[in-house]
């Protein structure tokens, strides 16, 4: 069974841009899977349909299962400059109405996965990029999503440390099971994380292949 399935989907903008049409996509419960295409192609609104973000303007959004709780990473950290890294990961948990005081194991548990347990009260600006990146993640990890939606989320970063958050994305997935789609500009991302990777056309944009590269039981 599915965990999310995408019918016939197409989504135009209300300035007329069809960004997809007849877009078709099952995601896999437990799997890794990226979505590569050429910019522009509709990937970040697939995503964001996911994410209930956007509305289909046709076409069916399924969850089989039922929908699961949701994370959800940016290409750009977005954190707030004032706020230290814990209260910023703190964020969705005090939209539910959690207190600081109730949300601090949670909050110290999510930084202490992406490796950043001496950090909760760096601000954003003392932090370095990919510093900046793990506390985005953290805050996405915070509410223990079944589904983790990353868009290009290390696109802005030097290579040296997109290759160690590649692993280290790696090794947070082997440890917590849930399902990620990831979007990348980059074949070798895409080949080295992903258990499967779908091929996105030009706009408007429309899966053209899906290529299995691991199983979901395998190397990852
Ligand atoms: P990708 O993530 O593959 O680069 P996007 O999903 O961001 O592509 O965008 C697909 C197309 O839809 C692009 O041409 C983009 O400019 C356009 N687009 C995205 N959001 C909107 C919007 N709110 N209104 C109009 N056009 C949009
Ligand atoms: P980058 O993301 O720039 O490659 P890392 O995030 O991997 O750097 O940082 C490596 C280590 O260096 C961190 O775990 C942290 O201990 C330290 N570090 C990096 N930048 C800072 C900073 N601005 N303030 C304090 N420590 C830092």
């Not at 930084?111 to 909760?120: N, P, Q, Y």
Request: hydrophobic share 45%; aromatic share 6%.
């Amino acid at each position: 069974m599915p965990l999310a399935r995408l019918t016939d989907i197409s989504k135009t903008f209300p300035n007329g841009l069809e960004a997809l049409a007849g877009f078709d996509l099952e995601v896999t419960e437990g799997e890794l899977l990226t979505l590569i295409g050429p910019s522009g192609c509709g990937k970040s609104t697939a995503l964001r349909l996911l994410a209930g973000l956007e509305a289909p303007t046709s076409g069916r959004l399924d969850w089989p299962g039922g929908c699961p709780q949701i994370g959800y990473v940016f290409q750009e950290p977005t954190l707030m400059p004032w706020a230290s890294a814990a209260a910023n990961v703190w964020l969705p948990l005090r939209l539910q109405g959690i207190s600081r005081a109730a949300a601090g194991d949670r909050v110290a548990n999510a930084l202490s996965l992406v490796g950043l347990e001496g950090f909760a009260d760096a601000k954003p600006a003392e932090l370095s990029g990919g510093m900046k990146m793990r506390v985005s993640i953290a805050r996405a990890l915070v509410t223990e999503p079944r589904l983790l939606l990353m868009d290009e989320p290390f696109a802005a970063l030097d290579e040296i440390t997109r290759f160690r958050l590649n692993d280290e994305l790696l090794a947070l997935r082997a440890r917590l099971g849930c399902t990620i789609v990831f979007i990348t500009h980059s074949v070798f991302e895409a080949v080295y994380l992903s258990n499967r990777v779908a091929v996105i056309s030009r706009r408007p944009g429309r899966v053209t292949a899906e290529l299995p590269i691991h199983a979901p039981d395998g190397r990852h």
